[in-house]
Nanobody, 124 residues
Framework: QVQLVESGGGSVQAGGSLRLSCATSGYTFSSYSMGWFRQAPGKEREWVTSINIYSVTTYADSVKGRFTISRDNAKNTLYLQMNSLKPEDTAMYYC??????????????????WGQGTQVTVSS
C-alpha cells in the first residue's frame, strides 16, 4: 500500500532552519513528480513547491530563495530545506505525489497520494 510519511517538523525561532523529509513506499517514487503543501490554522491549504522526475523545481513566491525542494530516488525520499523561517511559515506541511512525472504542478488538485503532515511552528 502507498505510504507518504512526513517528518522533521518542530518549533523554531524566526530566522532558523528546518529540514522536512517525506519517506515514501508502495509506488515507483522515481516516476512521480512530488510537491510540498502547507495549511495554516483557519486558512486553506496552499501549494509551496514542486519537483519533477528531472529535478526541475518551482516555488511559490512566498518561499522562493528560502526553501529548497530535493529528492533522493535511491531512498524514495523527498526533502524540503527551509531557511530564514518566518512566523508566517507556521503551518502543517504535507507532501504529495503526482502520477505525471514530467509535470510541475502548482495546483492543489490532481495529486494522487498525500501524506498526513508534519507541524512547523515559527515563533517571533
Amino acid at each position: 500500500q502507498v505510504q507518504l510519511v512526513e517528518s522533521g517538523g518542530g518549533s523554531v525561532q524566526a530566522g532558523g532552519s528546518l529540514r522536512l523529509s517525506c519517506a515514501t513506499s508502495g509506488y515507483t517514487f522515481s516516476s512521480y513528480s512530488m510537491g510540498w503543501f502547507r495549511q495554516a490554522p483557519g486558512k486553506e491549504r496552499e501549494w509551496v513547491t514542486s519537483i519533477n522526475i528531472y529535478s526541475v523545481t518551482t516555488y511559490a513566491d512566498s518561499v522562493k530563495g528560502r526553501f529548497t525542494i530535493s529528492r533522493d530516488n535511491a531512498k524514495n525520499t523527498l526533502y524540503l530545506q527551509m531557511n530564514s523561517l518566518k512566523p508566517e511559515d507556521t503551518a502543517m506541511y504535507y507532501c504529495a505525489a503526482h502520477r505525471r512525472g514530467d509535470y510541475l504542478s502548482r495546483s492543489l488538485y490532481g495529486w494522487n497520494y498525500w501524506g498526513q503532515g508534519t507541524q512547523v511552528t515559527v515563533s517571533s
